[in-house]
C-alpha cells in the first residue's frame, strides 16, 4: 500500500494535534490542585502552626500545580533539595546550577510532610514560628529571608497567590468549608475534586478527635478526660499510660505525640501519672490575661512551657534565654 507525502505529513500532524490535546487534558489546574490538598495543609496548621495558606501557596508556586517536571518524577511539591541528611531517593535537576540534587518521595502527602518537618526542625527557620497562623504576610517575607528560595520577589509573589485565591481563609476556623464555599459561588464548580482524589484525607479529618469540638472544660472521650489549655487539646495522663497506647487512641503517631510535648526523641520514657500530655501542637504564647509567670522552685522551661501550652523555643526566644538556661526561684517568664 502507498501513500503520499502529504497524506503522511496529514496523519503526523493530526497525531501531535492529539497528543497536544490530551496533554492539555492531563494538566492539572491550580483549582483542582487547591481542593486536591488543602486539607493536608490545613492538617499540618494545626499540628506545626505554618499557616496552610503558605504551603498552599509554594506546593503551587514550587510545583506549578502539581504539573511541573520535578514534582511528576519524584512527587517533589516544594522544591526541597537533597543536602547531608538526607537518607533517602533522590533526582537530579537544573535549578540555580545544572545537575543539582532534589528529594525524590513515593507520594504527594510523603513531600508535604517533609516539607512540614523540614521548616520545623530547622533552627533557620525558628523566627518563623512566633508568627500567628494567620499571618501569612509575615511568613512569606519570613521565608525569604531564611532563605527559603533565591527569586528577589518570593514573598511578594506567594502573597500574590494567596490574596489571588483567598487562600488566607484556608487560615481560619472552618478553612476548608469557607474555601469550597466561596470556590463554588464564586467560580460556579460544582465538582468536588476532593472526592476524586487518590489523596488520602489526613487524620485529622478521619476520627482523630477535634479540639474545636471540646471547647469546655472536660470531655470523655475512650476513656480519657479531654482539657483545653491555652487552646490546644491536652489529657492528663493515667497510672501506666503508654505513649504508645495515647498516639494510637488519638490517632497520631508516637513520634508526633512525643514531639508536640517537646521530648527528646531518643528518649523511651513513658509518661507519670498526673503528668499534662498535649495531643496537638502547643501555641507559641499565651492566650490568657497573664503576661508573666514568677518562677517557682525546681521549675524548668520544659514544665512552664507545659503549665501553659506554649512551645518551648517560644519562651526561649520572648526571655532571651538559651535552651539549657537554669532558672532561679522568683524569675520573671513572659508568656506573650
Known amino acids: 500500500m502507498k501513500f503520499s507525502k502529504y497524506s503522511i505529513i496529514a496523519t503526523i500532524f493530526s497525531l501531535l494535534m492529539l497528543l497536544t490535546h490530551a496533554s492539555a487534558q492531563t494538566r492539572q489546574t491550580k483549582e483542582e490542585y487547591i481542593d486536591r490538598y488543602k486539607h493536608i495543609a490545613i492538617d499540618h496548621m494545626e499540628r506545626y502552626g505554618i499557616p496552610a495558606s503558605i504551603t498552599m501557596a509554594q506546593g503551587i508556586l ?18 526541597i533539595k537533597c543536602k547531608k541528611d538526607w537518607k533517602g531517593d533522590r533526582v537530579y535537576h537544573n535549578d540555580d546550577a545544572p545537575n543539582e540534587c532534589f528529594r525524590k518521595y513515593d507520594s504527594v502527602e510523603e513531600s508535604y510532610l517533609d516539607h512540614a518537618e523540614f521548616l520545623d526542625k530547622s533552627p533557620r527557620y525558628d523566627s518563623l514560628f512566633a508568627y ?6 509575615s511568613w512569606a517575607r519570613g521565608l525569604k529571608a531564611a ?32 474555601y469550597a464555599a466561596r470556590n463554588k459561588g ?29 471547647r469546655v472544660a472536660e470531655r470523655t472521650y475512650k476513656g480519657y478526660s479531654v482539657y483545653t489549655n491555652n487552646r490546644t487539646g491536652m489529657l492528663i495522663a493515667r497510672t501506666n499510660d503508654k505513649f504508645a497506647d495515647i498516639a494510637r487512641t488519638f490517632v ?16 523511651t520514657a513513658d ?40 512551645r518551648q523555643r517560644s519562651l526561649i526566644r520572648m526571655n532571651k534565654l538559651k535552651r539549657n538556661s537554669t532558672l532561679t526561684e522568683g524569675e520573671q517568664i513572659r508568656l506573650k
Open 62 to 79: 514550587e510545583s506549578d500545580s502539581g504539573n511541573s517536571n520535578l514534582a511528576r518524577r519524584s512527587n517533589n511539591h516544594f522544591g
Open 132 to 137: 500567628s497562623a494567620s499571618d501569612y504576610k
Open 147 to 178: 532563605g527559603y528560595a533565591t527569586a528577589k520577589d518570593y514573598a511578594q509573589r506567594l502573597v500574590k497567590l494567596i490574596e489571588d485565591n483567598k487562600l488566607y481563609l484556608l487560615d481560619q476556623e472552618d478553612g476548608a468549608k469557607l
Open 186 to 214: 464564586e467560580q460556579h464548580i460544582n465538582h468536588d475534586f476532593t472526592s476524586q482524589s487518590s489523596v488520602n484525607t489526613p487524620t485529622t479529618h478521619q476520627g482523630r478527635i477535634d479540639p474545636n469540638q471540646y
Open 252 to 267: 497520631i503517631s508516637e513520634r508526633l505525640l512525643r514531639q508536640y510535648n517537646e521530648i527528646d526523641p531518643k528518649s
Open 271 to 310: 509518661p507519670i501519672a498526673g503528668e499534662m500530655i498535649y495531643i496537638e501542637r502547643k501555641q507559641t504564647k499565651w492566650h490568657g490575661e497573664q503576661s508573666h509567670h514568677t518562677v517557682r522552685k525546681s521549675e524548668t522551661l520544659t514544665s512552664i512551657a507545659q503549665l501553659y501550652g506554649i
